[in-house]
């Protein structure tokens, strides 16, 4: 098992609500990307934060946002939930240093918007 | 950007028997290619991973293939076993700073018949 971490495991939100999700990264690893699966798919790429800033984002609407903190850990932000957000949201932690970047994932959380 | 395809998208092999699991991918400038391996409610688990400078890597029974110029890649599993019964996700990114995101495939389910 990897040292990624996310809380919480399971979450129900109803539609407008608002959501944040957390993710610890494994030590030493200063970059945490964030993805979304729906059911039977594979994972969506989000954003990714390196040191404390974001580094790329993938096709989602502003209202998914994100922090990253000084120690590496980050927050996902869904403002307005639709129905169609409900998904496992995962978290990867990778070490950027310019070559490898092998990322390891968390066991994500799995959100349902009633 | 980049597009991953992945075939199959299932799987069934007789125990002892060899899976191969095959993906394309579009963008040139994809040079890290990871296979992740999900069993039901867990996480994608990076079972092996191949960069674009070799074009094959071997890990006791999984071994992965790289064509550049055919921009496809391949996965090896020999000896099939019951726990090897899962789904199979490639993955393809670069590693230029800000562009390191994973664009994942649709899955392969794979199933080791007894």
């Known amino acids: 098992e990897t040292g990624v971490t996310q809380s919480p495991t399971h979450l129900i939100k109803t539609r407008g609500q608002q959501v944040t999700l957390r993710c610890s990264s494994q030590s030493g690893h200063n970059t945490v990307s964030w993805y979304q699966q729906a059911l039977g798919q594979g994972p969506q790429f989000i954003f990714q934060y390196y040191r404390e800033e974001e580094n790329g984002r993938g096709n989602f609407p502003p209202r998914f946002s994100g922090l990253q903190f000084p120690n590496y850990s980050s927050e996902l932000n869904v403002n307005a939930l639709e129905l169609d957000d409900s998904a496992l949201y995962l978290c990867?932690?990778?070490?950027?240093?310019?070559?490898?970047?092998?990322?390891?994932f968390g066991p994500g959380t799995r959100l349902t918007v009633l | 950007g980049e597009n991953v395809e992945q075939h199959p998208s299932t799987l069934s092999v007789q125990e002892g028997d060899s899976a191969v699991i095959k993906c394309t991918y579009s963008?040139?400038?994809?040079?890290?290619f990871p296979w992740y391996k999900q069993e039901l409610g867990k996480r994608p688990q990076l079972i092996i991973d191949?960069?674009?400078?070799?074009g094959e890597k071997k890990d006791q029974r999984i071994a992965v293939t790289l064509n550049k110029t055919a921009k496809h890649f391949s996965l090896h599993i020999t000896e099939t076993q019951p726990e090897d019964s899962a789904v199979y996700f490639c993955?393809?990114?670069?590693?230029?700073?800000?562009?390191?995101?994973?664009?994942f495939g649709t899955g392969t389910r794979l199933t080791i018949i007894p």
């Open positions: 990867a932690s990778s070490l950027t240093s310019g070559g490898a970047n092998e990322q390891f």
């Open positions: 963008d040139s400038a994809s040079n890290y």
């Open positions: 191949i960069r674009s400078n070799v």
């Open positions: 993955a393809a990114s670069s590693t230029n700073f800000g562009n390191e995101k994973l664009t």
